[in-house]
């Protein structure tokens, strides 16, 4: 706008900082300034139409300008908040065990439609949060551009002034992404959606197999890894009969070999219309420990938000008969 920088640095603040303001009076600002902010900018929220909410986790529903709708979550946990963002309007991953892979992509979203799900659930929670995991509604490393801006507003000192090292990004392992990602300026954590350890099963689950094979997209992970000196994280959803037998556990161990990475198991958040069952507890200890004999590294992710449909792969953007 030909303005000077240092202005910059006085609106930044009021937009994305402890004020979270959608207007600029009060700043130290010309009356010129003023007008010509007022007149090129805005900073409308999405429309929040729907919040339930449970110990764990809060569940927002948004309706976009054009009238589509996407879902968030602030993840409650004891060490801080994390706020769980969607990327597109709709998915076109396909995966078989995930609501949100049933709904077809419609566009990707702006920076300033993910940007306003973090202020709006700020904003509402009255809490700031202390990370951002992008990982709602949609596949970040095909709307590369827009989650990269995103995640440079949300780690500005002059704003939220989250670290990088807090913002969790999940990809069902968009190879070309995964290596564009380890060259950006935001080295985010990296966390892949493996979910099988052979190309014949994870096919079944996951379609973008068949574009990206299991050692294609290993191999990325090895080298953002080994480019960042970042631990990857692999997704491992417990699906009964499926993926958790104890040879599953081993082949997956092998996939791993050296690498600087460590498995993340996921409870199955099983819908009422869907063919998949959780892996009982029993045998998910079991996987655990083969894991663990192997000398992989393995934790089991806390499920926050299950009885309100907020937990991993419960997101749908259609809301819930369950106002709160």
Not at 30 to 51: C, D, K, V
Not at 174 to 194: H, M, T
Not at 241 to 259: F, H, K, P, T
Not at 278 to 300: A, N, Q, W
């Amino acid at each position: 706008m030909g303005e000077r920088a240092s202005r910059a640095d006085t609106i930044f603040p009021a937009v994305y900082g402890e004020r979270l303001a959608d207007t600029f009076d009060g700043l130290p600002l010309n009356t010129a300034t003023l007008e010509r902010l007022r007149s090129g900018l805005t900073f409308t929220l999405p429309e929040r139409i729907q919040t339930l909410t449970s110990d764990t986790a809060d569940k927002y529903l948004w309706r976009l300008s054009d009238g589509c709708t996407v879902e968030s979550v602030l993840m409650k946990h004891e060490f801080g908040h994390n706020i769980c963002v969607s990327t597109q309007v709709g998915c076109n991953m396909g995966c078989a065990f995930c609501v949100s892979g049933r709904l077809k992509r419609r566009r990707d979203l702006t920076v300033s439609e993910m940007a306003g799900q973090v202020v709006g659930t700020a904003r509402h929670s009255g809490i700031r949060p202390g990370g951002i995991s992008i990982m709602g509604i949609g596949e970040p490393l095909e709307n590369f551009d827009n989650v990269l801006d995103f995640i440079g507003i949300m780690t500005y000192p002059k704003g939220f002034d989250i670290g990088i090292k807090h913002i969790t990004l999940s990809t069902c392992g968009v190879v070309p992404g995964i290596y564009k990602l380890a060259e950006s300026a935001y080295p985010v954590n990296l966390a892949i959606s493996l979910h099988a350890p052979t190309d014949e099963l994870r096919g079944k689950l996951m379609p973008i197999t068949r574009r990206y094979p299991i050692s294609e997209v290993m191999g990325a992970a090895r080298d953002y890894s080994e480019k960042l000196n970042r631990r990857i994280t692999l997704e491992y959803v417990m699906l009964d009969g499926v993926n958790d037998s104890d040879e599953c556990a081993a082949q997956l161990a092998g996939l791993i070999g050296s690498m600087n990475a460590y498995v993340n198991l996921i409870r199955y958040n099983s819908g009422a219309d869907s063919e998949f069952r959780c892996s009982p507890h029993e045998r998910i200890m079991g996987f655990y420990d083969t894991l663990k004999k192997h000398g992989v590294g393995v934790t089991m992710r806390r499920s926050l938000g299950d009885t309100i449909n907020a937990a991993c792969g419960q997101l749908s953007a259609h809301g819930s008969d369950n106002k709160a």
